[in-house]
Structure formats: structure tokens, C-alpha cells
């Protein structure tokens, strides 16, 4: 129902008599007032947990699936060349430095006593091998990748993960070796420079 609004009008133009008319005005007031409709459909149960992306990997109960996360598989397949790139151009790198310590002691065997040749095919006989066992775990890296790509198993892509780890870990002590090398020779060289004096 709608109110009722009284309205006393005591104009003597109109009314010269001094009647008050009280006259009814009505105003309607009510609105249909709806509910505001979302945009996302309640579901039957309102329990009901949400559905999981599949692609992180996980089912509807919360559980991790066996299979691999197709987004994470996709950067790795990805990187996968670069991978491979860089393992060669260490297992190269290697060759080189292998070659050119060779080169250096068969030149420098008639000028040269023993232990300072000595020294010099350990200094190249060791970087190689800083550039040698990187190289492997990156080739194992990009196997283990390749291997993921086929199968999109949980465990392939746990095993890649581990060996970037492995290959990690010898980066950082290839760096404090360099470091010490370099530490080494700037000592060397200034002890031999003041000698000299």
C-alpha cells in the first residue's frame, strides 16, 4: 500500500468560504527492489571446493597429480637450446684449453726447469676440468629436460630441477677457485715485483 500524504490548502482566491480541504495525495514509493545478479553462477553445493588449475599441477581434492605442470614444462622445453648451447661450448671451451696447454709445454720444455712445467699443465689441466664437470651436469640437465618433455611425469621434472641444482652448486665453486687463482697470481706477481727492486 501506498502512503497517504494530507495536503491543507487554505488559499482564499480559490476557497473564499475559509474552508480547509484536506485533500489525499498519494505517492507511490515502493521500487522492485531486485537482487543484484552476480556474474559468476552460485553452484549446487556450496561446499564444493573450487576447481584447481591444472596448470599448477594439482587435482580438485587438493592433491598434488602426477603429472608435471604444463606451464613449467613449457619453460623448460624452452630453455632446453640454451642448455645444450651452453654444455657444448663449455665441453669446446675445455678442448681449447687441453690444446693450448699441449701447445705451451711443448714449447716451453727447453726453457722451462720440470716443476715450472709442471705448474703450467696443472693451471690448464684444471680449467679444463672447471669447464668439464659444469658442462656434464648441463648435458645432463638437458636430457633430463627432454626426457620431461616426452613423458610430462612429476618426477622427470624433479630430476631436471636437481641436477640445475648440481649444476649450480659447481658454478659457485668454480667462481671461488677463479677467484683464488686470480688472488694467487696478483700475490705472486707483486712478490715478484718487489723482489726485483
Same mark, same amino acid.
Given at each position: 500500500?501506498?502512503?497517504? %500524504? &494530507? ?8 476557497? #473564499?468560504? /475559509?474552508?480547509?480541504? *484536506? $485533500? ?77 696447454? %699441449? &701447445? ?8 722451462? #726447469?720440470? /716443476?715450472?712445467?709442471? *705448474? $703450467? ?77
Amino acid at each position: 500500500m501506498a502512503p497517504f %500524504l &494530507l495536503c491543507i490548502i487554505t488559499n482564499r482566491a480559490l476557497f #473564499p468560504d /475559509h474552508t480547509i480541504y *484536506l $485533500l489525499p495525495l498519494s505517492f507511490s514509493f515502493s521500487k522492485s527492489i531486485r537482487p543484484r545478479q552476480t556474474a559468476t553462477a552460485m553452484t549446487s553445493d556450496p561446499y564444493e571446493p573450487p576447481a584447481a588449475d591444472p596448470a599448477l599441477g594439482i587435482s580438485r581434492d587438493g592433491s598434488m597429480s602426477t603429472n608435471a605442470p604444463p606451464v613449467v614444462v613449457e619453460h623448460l622445453i624452452r630453455t632446453r637450446p640454451w642448455v645444450k648451447f651452453c654444455s657444448l661450448a663449455g665441453f669446446i671451451a675445455s678442448g681449447f684449453l687441453i690444446l693450448i696447454g %699441449l &701447445l705451451t709445454l711443448r714449447r716451453m720444455i727447453e726453457q722451462l #726447469p720440470p /716443476h715450472y712445467l709442471l *705448474l $703450467l699443465g696443472g693451471f690448464y689441466l684444471i680449467l679444463a676440468i672447471l669447464f668439464i664437470i659444469p658442462s656434464l651436469w648441463l648435458s645432463r640437465y638437458e636430457k633430463s629436460i627432454t626426457r620431461l618433455q616426452i613423458s610430462r611425469h612429476i618426477a622427470d621434472l624433479e630430476q631436471a630441477i636437481a641436477y640445475q641444482r648440481i649444476f649450480w652448486r659447481h658454478m659457485a665453486i668454480m667462481i671461488l677457485i677463479m677467484l683464488f687463482i686470480y688472488l694467487l697470481t696478483i700475490a705472486f706477481s707483486a712478490i715478484a715485483l718487489l723482489s726485483t727492486r
